[in-house]
Nanobody
């Protein structure tokens, strides 16, 4: 079965950095678009960054220039490098895998990892 396992969250001071990792198993990783989403208490889940199967990336306006998404297909892993972190980046971050082939969609989520930005 498909599993997405995130790691790398934690507590960091404003201006600091963290790198999140998401290791996928049970799926053809290289054929999926991968994304990082986040959800703060009382708010809707929002897209932070995404990378297609061919490496095209897009970012939420709020993180452009600070966050970088990348993937290593040999390791079935997607990363989110987060720099210049702000308190408003505090959220649970979720890894997502998505693929559409014809009328079939496959959409998977990890369990989430907490990121807290606070002094």
């Amino acid at each position: 079965q498909v599993q997405l396992v995130e790691s790398g969250g934690g507590l960091v001071q404003p201006g600091g950095s963290l790198r999140l990792s998401c290791v996928a198993s049970g799926m053809g990783f290289s054929t999926y678009a991968m994304g990082w989403y986040r959800q703060a208490p009382g708010k809707q889940r929002e897209l932070v960054a995404a990378i297609t199967s061919i490496g095209t990336t897009n970012y939420a306006e709020s993180v452009k220039g600070r966050f970088t998404i990348s993937r290593d297909n040999a390791k079935n892993t997607v990363y989110l490098q987060m720099n210049s972190l702000k308190p408003e980046d505090t959220s649970v971050y979720y890894c997502n895998a998505f693929r559409r082939r014809g009328s079939q969609e496959h959409n998977y989520w990890g369990q989430g990892t907490q990121v807290t930005v606070s002094s």
